[in-house]
């Protein structure tokens, strides 16, 4: 474990450790990286070996989706069929940061990641560490949590789960994390949004963002048992 181990600064990480680990990701590895609440898991959402390895490391049953981070709108070209008037007022007024959107994901998108809903999560990170990491990988990557399904996430890397810490080829140490509530999740691929779950960001927030001249939509809130309104545990 401790040769696995890569302590990076959490606001200047060293360019050269975060190629290393973008070269990881993109040759098929797993890598645990912070976000701004936990730490997560990255691989390739479009390797399907990668995936395959994801959902093993965290024991997660095939129906849950798995969510990617991106670096900015130009990744999301290959992820989602369309930007709705909605997301585009999200994403204008709270990203980067605490907020998934659910999108209608293309036809390529590998089914592990929508968990067969035609829907994937997509979030623009705020934290330094896995916004470098985006960047370097010039794509998207998995923003999963960093544990085993149905337990806790951590923010400490000495938390991490021994079975995870086994599994995983680099880990990317940026020291205690913020811990708490995960993003907020906002599906916008119908004719009103639906907050998923309601994390960091205020259901406020989502209609202060959405706006609609001043016009406050009836934003109803969904919390079903399993899915996106889960994804980062």
């Given at each position: ?185 906002v599906d916008v691929t119908g004719d ?42």
């Amino acid at each position: 474990m401790v040769n696995k181990i890569h302590r990076v600064h959490p606001v200047s990480p060293r360019p050269q450790t975060i190629e290393q680990a973008a070269d990881a990701i993109k040759g098929g590895q797993v890598v645990v990286f912070p976000t701004r609440t936990l730490y997560g898991l990255g691989v390739d959402p479009f390797n399907g070996a990668a995936l395959e390895r994801l959902f093993a490391i965290k024991q997660r049953p095939g129906d849950r989706p798995v969510s990617v981070l991106v670096r900015d709108r130009r990744d999301l070209a290959p992820l989602v069929q369309d930007l709705t008037s909605d997301a585009r007022r999200i994403m204008d007024a709270l990203w980067p940061g605490q907020v998934t959107l659910v999108l209608a994901a293309r036809h390529s998108v590998p089914r592990r990641l929508t968990a067969g809903t035609g829907k994937i999560g997509v979030r623009m990170p705020a934290h330094p560490v896995a916004v470098a990491l985006v960047a370097a990988m010039s794509g998207p990557v998995t923003a999963t949590s960093a544990n085993l399904s149905g337990r806790p996430g951590c923010w400490r890397i000495v938390d991490l789960h021994p079975h995870v810490a086994a599994a995983a080829d680099m880990v990317l140490d940026a020291g205690p994390l913020d811990g708490g509530i995960g993003s907020t999740v906002v599906d916008v691929t119908g004719d009103r949004p639906r907050v998923l779950r309601e994390g960091t960001v205020s259901v406020a927030d989502i209609i202060k963002a959405l706006g609609h001249g001043g016009i406050i939509p009836d934003l109803p809130i969904v919390r079903p048992s399993g899915g996106l309104n889960r994804q980062n545990h």
